[in-house]
């Protein structure tokens, strides 16, 4: 797929994405559309899928290669996936993330922010902090 056919069908899935249309999403990504490409600002189209809770996009996005781990660096969008899905207490969307090979105890901002725990603690959502204690996170342990 040529770069501006990319640019545009990238544009589209962001605002699929946005819409929580997960259908959109699946066409998108069968035509070729990169899911780790990142808009204009660095925002991944994981990390907006994950912040607003869909877990149905996240799956989408997952199964076609966007990796769990890859840290957004979008203004007012960045950090891990995993943080901003636990952030906001979206468990089933924490819980794609694991099944997919996320890992609980990767921190925000190159390794020295908050992880998933300590955003899901902060919350406070205790069933996302139980869930990703059972997943392996490690007790919650705020840099200084």
């Given amino acids: 797929m040529n770069q501006r056919r990319q640019k545009k069908f990238s544009r589209r899935l962001f605002g699929a994405i946005q819409g929580g249309d997960a ?4 066409t998108l990504l069968r035509a070729g559309v990169d899911p780790e490409r990142a808009d204009g600002e660095g925002t991944t189209p994981l990390y907006a899928a994950s912040v607003n809770g869909e877990a149905t996009i996240v799956r989408l996005l ?4 966007a990796s769990p781990d890859t840290e957004s660096g979008g203004i007012g969008a960045e950090g891990t996936p995993l943080c901003a899905a636990a952030c906001w207490g979206h468990t089933e969307t924490v819980r794609e993330l694991l099944a997919h090979g996320a890992d609980p105890n990767v921190r925000e901002d190159h390794g020295t922010g908050w992880s998933p725990l ?3 603690a902060n919350g406070p959502h205790p069933e996302t902090a139980a869930l990703l204690t059972a997943a392996g996170a490690t007790t919650c342990n705020r840099p200084t």
């Fill in 62 to 65: 997952l199964s076609a290669g």
């Fill in 23 to 26: 259908a959109a999403v699946k």
């Fill in 118 to 120: 300590d955003w899901a």
